[in-house]
């Protein structure tokens, strides 16, 4: 544990000076900081002179809003923020080893905070009351520096979000599949309470919210990239959220994935996205640029199909879709869509449509296909010209209950863990993830062939939504669980 130092720092010419809990280093003064110690700060930061950073965690715990600025380099090794009335950057800011969010709005005005490459997550548990955000065009920038992997391990979670009406967390993952990062490689996230400035006002549909996402020295990346908004983001005009898709902008071209929204038929068609709009993110894989992100639907012009609802449940190991129109218009089929990682999708069924139709109008079909891991479904509607209009997508698990569950369910921190698999025998790894995809629990496991209970006590767990993972070399699944007080 960092130990509270009153003199942990020492002017090698010059002077600074302590006033009201704050530091101000005056030009033509060199401060050196020195051992691994913590230097509170309840005032504001002013360096004007060269400071010298060392181990040291800069506290700022101030009751008033605190400020960082003056005309000097502002390096620090360490930084954690606990002030609810937030802090303000005057002057760009790097932190090289770690960044703690406690409490308290992070507001990098017009300046820039960059995280070192040793920086692998944001400590803390950043939310709408411990987040970065920017009132000008200050951008949080993330340093690169290892060869990316092709799973999830290194993902990194850009802690964004707006205050400009209401405090709203709109969190950035980035999670790189491959790339060439060169010595000064990082990606710049600034994020916007407004919709993509780029959208005409035909769009009526779309997320009221814009990222835009830049790199810098790096070149041949593939990467997928997770943008959460909230409900008060959604204009969804005629449509319905289902309908809204990630698109992103770049001089003067449009990119879409898959070629979902009819509006744009001269956008660049660049990987697959889908929208999760239980969880409020949208997901795009499989991107070779960066660009302006926004989230929209078409223009809400008359669709041939008006879609009632699109659900799916598992019933004796199969997947039974349902679906209802309330009308149609010049409607001729329904192509069935399976996916079972939510991108690759191939056609397993097709569905004459009623053609026309001003009443309820009733599908259903059933995947006999038998399987126990979650799949993804979506509807891709055709009408007689040939338009079409995608619906989903939705996702079905026909996990059993009483072979892979955790109870009680919702739980306080404490639960337990019932596995009786035959996929899951001997080594089995569980992680517990939170609601933002960090690792919050990890525990090794032999399982044994027929019912197998493990008490799991997690004090440390908050209130909300938790995703468990069992994984063992050939199978992965997740489950939810629900803490509650």
Wanted: glycine share 10%.
């Amino acid at each position: 544990m960092k130990k509270v130092l009153s003199i942990i720092c020492i002017t090698l010419f010059g002077s600074y000076g302590i006033s009201q809990g704050g530091m101000v280093i005056n030009s033509g003064t060199q401060l050196v900081c020195q051992g691994d110690v913590k230097l509170v700060v309840t005032g504001d930061f002013v360096n004007n002179g060269v400071f010298n950073s060392g181990n040291e965690v800069m506290y700022f715990s101030g009751s008033n809003k605190q400020f960082i600025g003056g005309s000097g380099t502002n390096s620090f090794y360490g930084f954690e923020l606990n002030n609810a009335a937030g802090l303000d950057l005057g002057s760009n800011v790097e932190v090289t080893n770690t960044l703690n969010l406690s409490n308290g709005h992070l507001d990098l005005t017009n300046f820039n905070m960059t995280l070192g490459g040793a920086i692998n997550a944001v400590n803390g548990t950043p939310s709408e009351s411990n987040m970065i955000v920017s009132s000008g065009s200050g951008e949080i920038r993330k340093r690169f520096t290892e060869a990316p992997v092709s799973d999830d391990s290194d993902a990194f979670i850009f802690p964004v979000g707006t205050n400009n009406t209401s405090n709203e967390y709109t969190p950035v993952i980035m999670n790189f599949q491959s790339a060439n990062f060169g010595p000064d490689a990082y990606v710049s996230v600034h994020v916007e309470d407004a919709k993509n400035p780029f959208l005409g006002t035909d769009v009526t549909t779309y997320i009221d919210r814009n990222w835009t996402i830049e790199p810098n020295d790096m070149s041949d990346y593939n990467y997928e990239v997770k943008l959460y908004y909230t409900d008060e983001d959604l204009v969804l005009g005629p449509l319905i959220e289902g309908d809204i898709t990630p698109v992103k902008y770049s001089n003067g071209t449009w990119y879409e994935p898959q070629g979902l929204i009819p509006d744009f038929p001269d956008a660049v068609e660049q990987g697959s996205a889908f929208i999760f709009a239980s969880s409020n993110y949208m997901v795009w894989g499989d991107l070779t640029s960066f660009s302006v992100f926004g989230g929209a639907g078409g223009t809400g012009e008359p669709l041939p199909v008006e879609l009632l609802s699109f659900s799916g449940k598992c019933q004796n190991q199969t997947s039974v879709l349902n679906w209802s129109t309330a009308s149609e218009y010049n409607s001729a089929y329904f192509d069935i869509e399976k996916s079972e990682n939510g991108f690759d999708w191939e056609v397993i069924h097709s569905v004459d449509a009623a053609g026309f139709s001003s009443s309820l109008v009733e599908y259903q079909y059933v995947d006999l296909n038998k399987f126990y891991n979650t799949s993804y479904y979506r509807l891709n509607q055709f009408d007689i010209d040939g338009r079409n209009e995608y619906y989903g997508p939705i996702e079905v698990s026909c996990e059993e209950q009483s072979r892979l569950m955790t109870f009680p369910n919702p739980s306080d921190a404490s639960f337990s863990l019932l596995i009786n698999d035959p996929r899951f025998l001997g080594e089995v790894n569980i992680k517990i993830l939170d609601a933002h995809g960090k690792i919050v629990g990890f525990k090794e496991l032999n399982v044994l062939e027929g019912v197998n209970v493990y008490p799991w006590n997690g004090n440390s767990l908050e209130e909300g939504m938790y995703f468990i993972s069992l994984e063992t070399p050939l199978n992965n699944v997740t489950l939810r669980h629900v803490v509650s007080e």
